[in-house]
């Protein structure tokens, strides 16, 4: 949760990495239409000059959803974006397309446990 909030804070923000300017380039061409049009396949690989950036630090889980739902109040208040250290310029939409498949990935390895707080059967 810390890793997709710092994703969402940095699109408002501006970005704290720089990818060098031909792996942009082909990330731009080639990429951005995927990442844009569905959820993202697990096992796709962080580029190392950005890890730094992203990866999280030891952070306890409550801190972790406070500062997610934080950070989607921020990105639903304000049409400020900046553009993608790797996918480039992007609107609003297009961003928040970008969030939701980024959040998709990380948040489809959640599984409900006696902690949850879900006692319910899923509807189906």
Do not use: C
């Not at 942009?24 to 690989?45: D, M, T, Y």
């Not at 790797?86 to 948040?107: I, W």
């Amino acid at each position: 949760t810390w890793h997709l909030a710092t994703t969402i804070d940095q699109s408002i923000d501006g970005w704290n990495v720089t990818v060098n300017p031909v792996m942009r380039f082909f990330a731009s061409v080639f990429a951005k239409k995927r990442f844009l049009a569905r959820a993202w396949p697990s096992g796709i690989q962080m580029p190392k000059g950005m890890q730094h950036a992203f990866l999280p630090p030891p952070t306890p889980d409550d801190e972790g959803v406070k500062a997610l739902r934080t950070a989607i109040d921020r990105l639903t208040s304000t049409d400020t974006r900046h553009a993608s250290p790797l996918l480039g310029e992007m609107s609003v939409e297009q961003y928040d397309r970008f969030h939701r498949n980024h959040a998709a990935m990380h948040l489809s390895h959640l599984v409900p446990n006696e902690h949850s707080g879900n006692d319910q059967a899923p509807a189906g």
